[in-house]
């Protein structure tokens, strides 16, 4: 026994005094065969290149990857700080599936990671993917959304929101490589890649330089499907086409703020189908309203590329008939308004474009669009403001954005009961810290708001109204409404209200750099101050790490099962396309 | 009545303080030029591009003074920051995935003046100058700037 401790300790020791050299792809990835994807090595010290040593399943690597990778003697850091030799291979692909033990050593530095190179079935087992995904998109929207559209007697709906009744099959785990935490990026990335990768990251796992543009890449279902197939590719969202979601079709960066370079990666890849906001960036530096650094024209360069362009609803309209082969919807310089602004109290910046389509047009306009190629498509439809209105807690707004979402859905189960060879995937990336816990009744006696908070019997049911049948409330300010309450955020004054005037602005940042109650909404009567619970750098409420309930109907669906990692559902998506078949 | 007269004392004091600051460094006049406007600052908005108002064409050069909020600054020693229309809840220099609003205006400070609170309007004066900028040291991009500036809360 004592020697057996010895025997541990010993090795502990030894585990101890040995520096881990880092792989990319990490370990447990899963890459589909033949994607291209970079592989590297990080050494932690300066080696030498002949005391490295790189093996695949025993055998010297340049003879499985047949190349040479590439040995840099010293990766800088921040202020030419010396990180480490490393090596790097790029466009690499594998021809076989199967597991790789990936094992590398130089000096004092060891690490062992296998890789799990898989195929598909032969055959597709659909023609067309809709991959629908309302950011941030958590229960208590989905609960929100029903009471809010459908209302409720006697503790039943009065009727049944679309994605209702598509099959909720998977648990999805968001967590990324260095967190359990997560962000857009990551999250959309691993749906579309297949690998998961670090807060802020596209298309890339985040190595050890300050470069975004550098690190090793992996494939994105947009390029698997320039690569294997002859099908159409549609972007749509209400966020900036250049946000992280939609940007996680095609982009390869450390950051998702590198989005004038994302417009070019979008360029590269030309989906044949991209609505949404964030203009700003496809203009040269001197247009104002540019948010371009350089001179480069994009709506020039999409034109060039056969693309017709629409700017607004009417344009949209007639654009989704023509026949030109790809369409470039742009609709607002940043992101497009929400539907509670733009269709009904015309605030945010409805004024300024006033024709915006909303992500119900946007959906039929791209299924008009890609449902001509006999082929068939992928499409990613983003709610993007679910999220942009669930961090400054805005859940009015947030929910009508659901129920729009909602709608988009309904679109795309009518498309898929005339196209029965389509499966549709509805999901979110990441969800929010948001529940709803009751209802708030003006008519409950006295000023103090917190005493009209009813919870339990004493919440009732809320009476909002939709006499004109749209699917939305008549108006969110009725006088029993749900009370939705965040388990997290800034200093802030809740106000039990809805916000009429604009998007809620919780926090502002005060002169030590620190988000403070936003005083506008002091003397709101009855506004309680609510202390942040979370860092006072933070400006808003953030993601949960909860898991994300993913909802799948159509050929293929029964790939999802249980609890899945968010890279698992790009495989998935591979097998029902057949993306990694023996080719000839 | 009392409490007028005590408003208007306050105010007269309020203003000659006020005047003192931006004579002693600029040797301009205090709150000189005419009132410009967020609402006024372009004709048009369109996802092609804006289009700046005649008003700022023809006060381009000249004295303006804008009332706005002071974004966070992109660090302590920038002889620059931002000015909106609204308090910022975000901050585009410390969030990746935060964005500056279409209609910002870039001020240069003619000399330093102590950061303020940022949930507070100030009112700044300054040379108006439009068309595209890219600071020199920062690599920050303007369309629409006031330079020389000097600025008070209100």
């Known amino acids: ?584 | 009545m009392t409490d007028t007269h005590r408003m208007s004392l306050t105010r007269r004091r309020m203003l000659s303080a006020l005047a003192t600051l931006p004579v002693l460094s600029l040797a301009r006049p205090a709150l000189a030029g005419e009132k410009l406007g967020f609402g006024e600052l372009y004709k048009s908005f369109g996802v092609l591009g804006l289009e700046f108002s005649d008003k700022v064409k023809r006060l381009n050069g000249e004295d303006v003074t804008v009332k706005g909020f002071m974004a966070p600054p992109l660090k302590a020693e920038a002889n620059f920051f931002v000015l909106t229309e609204i308090p910022m809840s975000l901050c585009p220099f410390c969030s990746s995935d935060a964005d500056w609003p279409d209609n910002i205006l870039v001020v240069y400070l003619s000399e330093k003046q102590t950061f303020v609170q940022y949930n507070a309007p100030i009112e700044v004066h300054g040379v108006l100058e439009y068309g595209a900028w890219t600071d020199p040291e920062t690599g920050f991009r303007s369309q629409l700037r006031l330079r020389e500036a000097a600025f008070n809360t209100v």
Do not use: C
């Not at chain 1, 199967?98 to 094992?103: L, M």
């Not at chain 1, 009370?483 to 919780?506: C, M, Q, S, W």
């Open chain 1, 1 to 584: 026994m004592r020697q057996l401790l010895l025997a541990l300790a010993s090795a502990t020791m030894l585990a101890g005094a040995a520096q881990a050299a880092t792989v990319y792809p990490l370990d447990r990835a899963t890459i589909l065969v033949g994607s291209p994807f970079d592989f590297k090595v990080e050494f932690d010290a300066v080696v030498k290149p002949e005391d490295v040593k790189v093996t695949v399943n025993g055998q010297d690597y340049e003879a499985v990857f047949g190349r040479k990778a590439e040995f840099v003697a010293e990766e800088k850091g921040e202020e030419d700080k010396v990180l480490g030799s490393a090596l790097i291979l790029r466009d690499l692909t594998i021809a076989a599936a199967g597991e790789y033990k990936i094992e590398v050593s130089a000096g004092s530095e060891a690490k062992s990671v296998a890789w799990d190179v898989y195929e598909t079935i032969a055959q597709p087992k659909a023609k067309n993917i809709i991959f629908m995904i309302a950011d941030g998109l958590s229960v208590a929207h989905r609960t929100g959304a029903r009471i809010m559209s459908k209302g409720m007697t006697e503790g039943k709906a009065n009727g049944r929101l679309a994605m209702d009744d598509i099959p909720p099959v998977a648990f999805i785990g968001t967590s990324s490589t260095h967190s359990i935490a997560t962000d857009s990026a990551n999250t959309a990335s691993a749906y579309m890649t297949g690998h998961k990768s670090r807060v802020n990251a596209l298309g890339v796992y985040a190595d050890r330089t300050p470069d975004s543009l550098d690190d090793p890449k992996v494939e994105t279902i947009a390029e698997a499907l320039r690569r294997t197939t002859k099908k159409s590719v549609g972007i749509v969202t209400t966020a900036e086409v250049e946000d992280a979601t939609p940007a996680a079709l095609v982009s390869h960066t450390r950051k998702r703020a590198d989005k004038a370079e994302i417009v070019g990666m979008m360029l590269d890849v030309k989906p044949d189908v991209l609505f949404g906001g964030g203009s700003a960036y496809f203009l040269g530096k001197d247009v104002p309203g540019s948010k371009r650094k350089d001179d480069k024209d994009y709506i020039a360069e999409f034109k060039n590329a056969g693309y017709a362009l629409a700017i607004d609803k009417t344009e949209l309209a007639a654009a989704a008939g023509a026949n030109d082969e790809k369409l470039l919807g742009l609709f607002h310089t940043g992101n497009m308004d929400v539907t509670l602004d733009r269709e009904f109290l015309k605030k945010g910046t409805v004024d300024k474009f006033p024709n915006q389509p909303g992500l119900v047009d946007m959906t039929k306009a791209a299924l008009d669009k890609l449902s001509k190629n006999p082929e068939g498509f992928f499409l990613m439809v983003e709610a993007a403001s679910v999220d942009k209105m669930s961090h400054p807690l805005d859940w009015d707004r947030a929910l009508v954005e659901t129920i729009e979402f909602d709608k988009a859905v309904a679109v795309a189960r009518e498309f898929a009961d005339k196209n029965p060879d389509t499966l549709i995937v509805v999901t979110g990336d990441h969800t929010h810290g948001v529940s709803i816990i009751g209802t708030v009744d003006d008519e409950k006696p006295g000023t103090e708001m917190r005493e009209k908070v009813g919870t339990y019997d004493n919440a009732g049911f809320p009476n909002y109204e939709d006499k004109d049948g749209d699917g939305y409330p008549d108006r969110v300010d009725v006088s029993r409404r749900l009370f939705i309450a965040a388990n997290n955020g800034p200093d802030h004054y809740e106000t039990f209200r809805p916000k009429l005037d604009g998007p809620f602005v919780p926090a502002v940042q005060n002169e030590a750099k620190e988000y403070i109650a936003n005083e506008a909404y002091k003397d709101v009567p009855g506004a309680v101050f609510v202390q942040g619970n979370i860092p006072k750098d933070e400006d808003s409420g953030v993601h949960a790490v909860d898991d994300i309930v993913l909802q799948a109907a159509g050929p293929g669906s029964e790939g999802f099962r249980g609890y899945m990692e968010q890279s698992d559902v790009y495989r998935v998506l591979a097998d029902t396309f057949a993306l990694g078949t023996a080719k000839d």
